[in-house]
Every structure is written in structure tokens, then in C-alpha cells.
């Protein structure tokens, strides 16, 4: 419920908050059982209106034009509210744990990632060369260090320079998830897909 008359997240008075999780119908079952992933950590992004939604206690603001600087409670996301659902349906059904996300811009994709699946690695790339301090900040408070990171100067066309990153991330470990919002230029895009789609799992996606 909010004041139509203010503007979110400070205004919102309740917040009600929706996931779904994953049991055996027989018997208890871990939250890491094998075989059905990290489900119960699962969140729904609450929507405030079509630019606006939170995950827990960070507020995600949709900015295709008039792009901000994200702050660690505050994010500016490149994507529209009809994206952001098809990447929330995409990520309920794989239930990814290992990924790597080309293109981190104001950092609001790597954080909703990382609140919404709190992934066993995540390893963001981006050829800007400052690091998102907002990004930094919301992987501390959050406790993801380890988990999650963000690499800053990368040519996502450098084979060597992202191949010795998602080595030393993953080592011989195939991945789940590949999402390039990064250059968007055919040969870089491409040079890219050759070096991670190959590490894909069976089953993973390369989006």
C-alpha cells in the first residue's frame, strides 16, 4: 500500500511478499536438497507500479532513458517491467546457481540476480572501468562476498582476459546461465558466445 501522492520506497506502508518453494511430498526437505536446487530462498519481485518494484528491502527503479546513479538500497535497472517479468519466469524455471552476466551498467541486473536467486557464483563483467560502489556496498551487506563479484575492464571480445576470469571463478565446473546485456556488436557479442557457450551445461541457457 503506498500514498499515490509520494514517491517510493519511502512512502510504502506494507509490503507483501510471495515465492514458491520445492518439497518432496513424503518426506521433509532441505532448502539445498539435491536435485531441486536453492529454492526456498525465492522471491518475487513486489511490484509498486510499472517503473518500481522491490526485492526484500532493496528498491529497483526501471530507467530505460533517464538513467541515475544506483545507491546500495536504490537501483537503476536498464529494463523495462515486461523484461524484468520474462527474466523472473526464465530464473524461477531454471533455478540457475552458476552464472555469468556480460554488461553490469548501473548494477541493477547483478543485484536483482543476486536477491533474487542468491546464487552458489555469480560473475559479472562490464567494460567500464569505475566500479559500481552501489554494487560493491549491496554484495557486503548482503553476504554475498565470495558469491557474487563484479569485474571491471573487461573486454567481453578478450578471450584471455574473460576466459582467466570465469577460470578462476568456476575452474572445470559448467555453468547454468550466460546473459550478455553487454556490447552489443556482432563480432564482440560473438567472440563472447564462443568462449562461454561451450561451458554451458546441457539444459543451461545462453541468453
Same mark, same amino acid.
Given at each position: ?47 509498486i507500479d ?7 528491502d532493496t ?30 519466469? =526464465?530464473? *524461477?524455471? &531454471?533455478? %540457475?546457481? /552458476?552464472? $555469468?552476466?556480460?554488461? !553490469? ?5 547483478? @543485484?536483482? =540476480?543476486? *536477491?533474487? &536467486?542468491? %546464487?552458489? /557464483?555469480? $560473475?559479472?563483467?562490464? !567494460? ?5 560502489? @552501489? ?30 576470469i570465469v ?41
Amino acid at each position: 500500500m503506498r500514498n499515490p501522492s509520494c514517491f517510493p520506497p519511502a512512502c510504502v506502508t506494507t509490503i507483501n511478499e510471495g515465492g514458491t518453494g520445492y518439497s518432496h511430498a513424503d518426506r521433509q526437505t532441505a532448502w539445498d536438497e539435491p536435485g531441486l536446487g536453492k529454492h526456498s530462498g525465492w522471491r518475487h519481485p513486489t511490484w509498486i507500479d510499472d517503473e518500481n518494484f522491490t526485492i526484500g528491502d532493496t528498491h529497483f527503479s526501471s530507467a530505460i532513458f533517464d538513467r541515475f546513479t544506483s545507491t546500495p538500497d536504490r537501483f537503476c535497472l536498464v529494463k523495462t517491467r515486461s523484461l524484468v517479468e520474462r527474466y523472473v519466469t =526464465l530464473l *524461477a524455471d &531454471l533455478a %540457475p546457481q /552458476r552464472i $555469468v552476466e556480460l554488461g !553490469i551498467a548501473k548494477g541493477g541486473s547483478t @543485484a536483482m =540476480l543476486a *536477491a533474487l &536467486l542468491r %546464487p552458489e /557464483r555469480l $560473475v559479472a563483467a562490464d !567494460i567500464i572501468p569505475d566500479r559500481v560502489e @552501489a554494487l560493491d556496498a549491496f554484495i557486503e551487506a548482503q553476504g554475498l562476498s565470495g558469491r557474487v563479484e563484479a569485474h571491471y575492464a573487461v573486454d567481453q571480445s578478450d578471450k584471455a582476459q574473460l576466459g582467466g576470469i570465469v577460470d578462476a571463478a568456476f575452474g572445470d565446473t559448467q555453468l547454468d546461465l550466460v546473459l550478455d546485456d553487454a556490447s552489443h556488436h556482432l563480432d564482440l557479442t560473438r567472440a563472447s558466445f564462443d568462449l562461454l557457450f561451450p561451458r554451458l551445461r546441457p539444459g543451461g541457457l545462453y541468453v
